[in-house]
């Protein structure tokens, strides 16, 4: 017997942080196992860096995996992408050579394009609009935690099996997510135990340029829209922060004599401070509407506070002491999760539902090209100019970023006289 609530949509989006949780840590994990898995299987820094694109050219296919869950629905699509997760992660396990593991990672990529575009369209239809800021950091924490659980769990597996235990361990965890997300998840619709309290207060406090029409969603009007590239080209030069965190952090330490055990601790400290910069950024966009800042101009004030923050990441190289390093590289990592958790939920103020995955998998596929793009730089020119060029460039392209947010966007009529409600009405 289902026992209906009024507070369903928050445990709800509980189970889509826990999603994300797996979905990072089963994508991180090669980072942290890369400077086992370089020297056992002999990859050189060139060839990780094509292992990392595959990645990254997988999951640029997030428009298609979007229109996918836009099309079958989140059940079902969520189901299906998560139960992918757990067989290519622990096919990582079983590789090997390089060649291998670019096959498998680049599979990995496409199924984990679910992460945004399903969390996205979960906000958008599960919460009214001032709540979705909240909603999009709770789940995005799932990525710091995800993240950060990753190092422990390679420290973990390698000191009691081997580096390839952990892929396995990581694999698993995602068909136990897969489990509870079939048992807890239907749509707000037909939810047996979500209340008619609870239902009315959602669709009362949604825009109404963002409820679904009969129109299926058409890539080409979406790329003719100037507030798409308002959010996807800010998340093009913002993203390339988090793919250096993932991907190069654990390679940086180690180059720097971090051994194997404190490269663990000290990876795990950035995504941590991510976990807080999550929570900080819906924060924020909450006190200055209070403060009479419209919806789309707080979250822009946001994002650009973030970006502002992100400077700090221009002094890591040049940091003498290594815990200054990595103090340094954890404000960058909160920063980093401020501004974009930010930018991820502007989608949900500017887009229908019915063509939000797409516009998300779309917006994830600029974000997941700039990681590619400075991924690839990092291997081929590394060895020759060193990591501080890049440091510098991740410190600058938010800044960037922030004024194309501000000169592109253009707020919708409806989002601009939105306050913030924290309870049900009566509750």
Known sequence: MWKRTRGLRWGIIGVVMLGTVVNYLTRNTLGFAAPLMLADLHITEQQYSWVT??????????????????????RTGFAV???????????????????????????????????????LKVVSEWFPARER???????????????????????????VWNWRAAFVVAGLLAFLWVALWLAVYRPLASHPRVSDAERD????????????????????????????????????????????????????????????????????LPFLAGELGCLFGPTVVLW?????????????????????????????????????????????????????VTCITLASDLFRKDELGTVAGMAGTMANLGVLLFSLAIGGLVAQIGYAPFFIALGLLDLVAAAVLWGVVRPPIDTQGITPVTELPGA
Do not use: K
């Not at 595959?54 to 989140?74: C, H, K, N, S």
């Not at 080209?233 to 194997?260: C, E, I, K, N, V």
């Open 201 to 268: 207060y959602i669709r009362s406090g949604q825009e109404a340029h963002t409820q679904a029409s009969l129109v299926r969603p058409s890539v080409r009007s979406i790329l003719g829209r100037r507030n798409f590239w308002g959010i996807a080209l800010p998340r093009f030069l913002a993203d390339p922060t988090w793919g250096t965190l993932t991907f190069w952090l654990p390679l940086y330490l180690t180059s720097r004599g971090f051994s194997l055990g404190a490269t663990a601790l000290s990876t795990f």
């Open 288 to 340: 200055l509407q209070r403060h009479g800042i419209g919806l789309i101009d707080a979250r822009r004030w946001t994002f650009t506070l973030g970006a502002a923050l992100m400077t700090c990441m221009i002094a890591v190289p040049f940091a003498t002491n290594l815990y200054l390093a990595v103090a340094l590289l954890s404000l960058g990592g909160f920063a980093h999760q401020t501004l974009s």
């Open 133 to 159: 800021g909240m909603a999009g950091g709770i789940y995005n924490m799932g990525a710091s935690v995800g993240a950060a659980t990753a190092p422990l769990l390679v420290y973990w597996a390698s000191s």
């Open 53 to 74: 694109g595959a990645f990254q050219a997988g999951i640029m296919l997030q428009p298609l995996v979007g229109y996918i869950l836009d099309r079958i629905g989140l």
């Open 81 to 119: 992408f998560a139960t992918g997760w757990g067989l290519l992660t622990m096919a990582h396990g079983l590789v090997p050579s390089w060649q291998w593991l670019f096959a498998v990672r680049g599979a990995l990529g496409f199924a984990e394009g679910t992460a945004h575009t399903g969390g």
